[in-house]
């Protein structure tokens, strides 16, 4: 058991930085001509370590830039000013009270992919908040997420190539993590050949493609 586990751990972390060398480290692109000052405001509003961009060829609709923003702006507000929890407890009758800092309400996100599906935001949402999920230990929604947003950005160039390239590699991370060598083959062959091969990025793993092979 403790043996397969290992192997494919390796193979799975290979696997991934062969993706990664197939599709190119992350790069910064600009984004399509149409792009609001709403637009600006909300990729500038950051409650994740990646900002949020829209992707495709259109920039996303006024309504939907505000009715994100709203939510990015609650959320911003909790990460400058966490509600303090008070938890009490009882050992050997000495009673203790101490504080922690409320966790982020970032589920409130999941409204907004609900409503708008098929938002230009909802990909880089998809992808910022399925590694927050994984950060949490709830790795079934971030596979469900991430996959929705390779889905979403792996036919579109220009400015997805950033979200598309995000995605693949902490997608491709959790999944070797789990072992997941299978899923992992199936994503190579679908990418393969999709791009020209690039140096890896600067974070990602340099173990040697061919312990996969």
Known sequence: MRATKSFSGWAGCSLAVSILLLMGAPKASAQPGGTTDLADQTTQTRIFPEPLVWVG?????????????????QLQRELADPIPVKIVTTNAGIITATYKRAPIHYPVLEQFISQHPDSPWTPSLRANLAEWYREQGRYTLALEHWEKAWAATKGLSSNATGVADFTIAHW????????????????????????????PCSSCSTQPARAIR
């Open 57 to 73: 060829e259109h920039a996303p609709e006024t309504a939907e830039s505000e009715a994100l923003l709203a939510i990015l702006g």
């Open 172 to 199: 491709t991370s959790l999944l070797a993590s789990l072992g997941r060598v299978d899923t992992l083959r199936e994503i190579f062959a679908e990418i393969k050949g999709a791009r020209p091969a690039k140096a």
